[in-house]
């Protein structure tokens, strides 16, 4: 095994975005994740802007990481699941803070998986991976392009599987993505690639 070492892995962040069919999808992935993930995980699910989300709750039952909506100027924390909340856009700075924003539509979204990627690029670089699941529209293929300019690592569910193709076939056409996986392989990966302390 690998001598234990008290530095950090390469990746300190996982960017997550879904759509139609997302509530399925993320719930896999983050069971999958396991309960000790050493990086924070925000995500950005499509959400209908006129009710009261119970995201955060749903999804609690399904992973042994902490989860919630996140909240403007949190420092984000490993280990945590934030949720971008309906109808705003979620971005992350320097040092891991959070900023939400109620900025104009992308692609006839808020949030937008564009911006969340693009800004996680912006302040992780090749420590950043991103995650594009199931849904419909192109949401995300922006942002992958700039995941993978700055170094990092893109993950796309596959849209021969996915139950929505639109995001994930978006995302793939992009030439930005590093593996293209079924939705059960998606967290093993991901904590592979966290876990993977080489340098």
């Known amino acids: ?15 997550v975005a879904a759509s139609a069919g997302g509530i399925q999808g993320l719930s896999a992935l983050l069971s999958g994740l396991g309960p000790t993930l050493r990086v924070p995980v925000l ?4 959400l ?46 320097p040092a891991g803070l959070l900023s939400l924003s109620n900025s104009e539509l992308v692609h006839f979204v808020r949030p937008s998986a564009d911006l969340l990627f693009e800004s996680v690029a912006g302040a992780y670089g090749s420590r950043a991976i991103a995650c594009v699941l199931t849904g419909t529209g192109v949401d995300g293929a922006m942002g992958v392009e700039a995941i993978k300019q700055r170094g990092g690592t893109v993950i796309s569910e596959d849209p021969e599987t996915a139950q929505f193709a639109g995001m994930p076939r978006a995302a ?3 030439g930005a993505v590093d593996f293209v996986l079924r939705l059960d392989e998606i967290a093993a990966a991901v904590r592979g690639l966290v876990e993977d302390k080489r340098q």
């Not at 995500?43 to 499509?46: N, T």
């Not at 609690?60 to 109808?87: F, H, I, N």
């Open 1 to 15: 095994m690998r001598s234990e070492q008290h530095t950090s892995g390469q990746y300190a962040i996982v960017a």
């Open 43 to 46: 995500v950005v699910q499509h």
């Open 48 to 93: 209908d802007p006129r009710h009261r989300t119970l995201l955060a709750e749903v999804l609690s039952r399904r992973t042994e990481l902490p989860v919630k909506l996140a909240e403007d100027q949190e420092r984000v924390e490993p280990g945590t699941v934030y949720l971008a909340p309906p109808d705003r856009h979620l971005l992350v700075g």
């Open 172 to 174: 793939v056409a992009t």
